[in-house]
């Protein structure tokens, strides 16, 4: 286990990749939660990958309670090697409760596995969010009121990292290619 933070312990060199989240409100105020399952990520708080694929009740999906990622699962916090990959999650069907997309690029740390496009790990936390300034709301849940990209902006900053409005994420900005970060 690692300490918990807003960053990856000094010991060890996370891994930065790209992924998208949706943006929830929950108690008033607005989170970031991951696309799948509906897992709000805290301000300051990492998160830990459990893998739900041991706990479904699917003769496929049955396999021995692990730790999170497993090599051979699909479990694990996701990031993608480039934007490209994360790109299509803005646009996929969200939940009920999705009041916004974004992109960023996330640190990943603990267990690291490869993935499809990226890697699945045991740990990640935003590194740097990208809000874009105009979402597909037809995908998104209903709301009473539709939220400007600057007000997204501005009550995620409540994770501490950079966070920027952008026209599009095809920008060049938010297109750059992961690259590891310093430990
Ligand atoms: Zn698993």
């Known amino acids: 286990m690692v300490d918990a933070g807003v960053h990856a312990p000094d010991y060890v060199e996370p891994t930065v990749g790209w992924r998208a989240w949706e943006v929830v409100e929950s108690d008033g105020v607005l989170q970031l939660s991951s696309l799948r399952y ?11 990958a459990t893998c ?8 496929w999906g049955r396999m021995p309670i692990h730790t999170a990622p ?3 699962c699909v479990c694990g916090i996701y990031g993608a090697v480039k934007v490209e990959h994360a790109r299509p999650f803005l646009w996929v069907a969200g939940s009920e409760a999705a009041a916004y997309r974004v992109v960023g690029r996330v640190s990943l740390w603990g267990r690291v596995v490869q993935a499809q496009f990226g890697w699945r790990a045991e740990f990640g936390y935003p590194e740097h969010l990208y809000v874009p300034a105009t979402t597909h709301y037809a995908r998104l849940g209903w709301r009473r009121r539709r939220l400007r990209a600057e007000e997204v902006a ?3 900053e409540a994770y501490a990292v950079p966070v920027d409005v952008v026209d599009g994420v095809e920008s060049a900005h938010a297109s750059r ?5 310093a430990a």
Request: proline fraction near 7%; charge should be negative.
């Open 70 to 72: 497993a090599s051979d």
């Open 38 to 48: 509906a897992g709000i990520w805290e301000p300051g708080t990492e998160v830990a």
């Open 177 to 181: 290619v992961v690259t590891r970060i």
């Open 52 to 59: 739900r694929r041991s706990l479904a009740y699917l003769p």
């Open 154 to 156: 501005s009550e995620l």
